[in-house]
């Protein structure tokens, strides 16, 4: 009973699980990049990776045919070809509407 508190209740940053929608994805709800966002510190003021590579490791990547893999991991792309995604949060444009 205490482990499920443990890892469900965070006292210290006033947050329990259920107080934010679900995070799987980045497109309809900034998850991630609520801390991930360049605001955010570390102990030694330095802010918090952007980079995808922070906490995935993306073993392949790509359209149907055309798969680049990796069990070394690799650089995400975004499919659109454009570096502007680099500089944003995903649900800048992914927002749950048409995109």
């Given at each position: ?26 497109f309809t709800f900034r998850g991630c990049n609520r ?65």
């Amino acid at each position: 009973m205490i482990g499920i508190y443990r890892d469900n209740f965070f006292p210290g940053m006033k947050v329990l699980w259920k107080a934010y929608p679900n995070h799987i994805g980045h497109f309809t709800f900034r998850g991630c990049n609520r801390c991930h966002d360049g605001l955010h510190k570390n102990a030694k003021g330095e802010a918090i990776s952007h980079q995808c590579s922070s906490c995935h490791d993306i073993i392949s990547q790509g359209p149907e045919g055309k798969t680049e893999s990796s069990v070394n991991g690799l650089e995400f792309r975004h499919p659109g070809g454009s570096d502007e995604w680099k500089e944003m949060a995903c649900t800048d444009c992914h927002n749950g509407g048409d995109v």
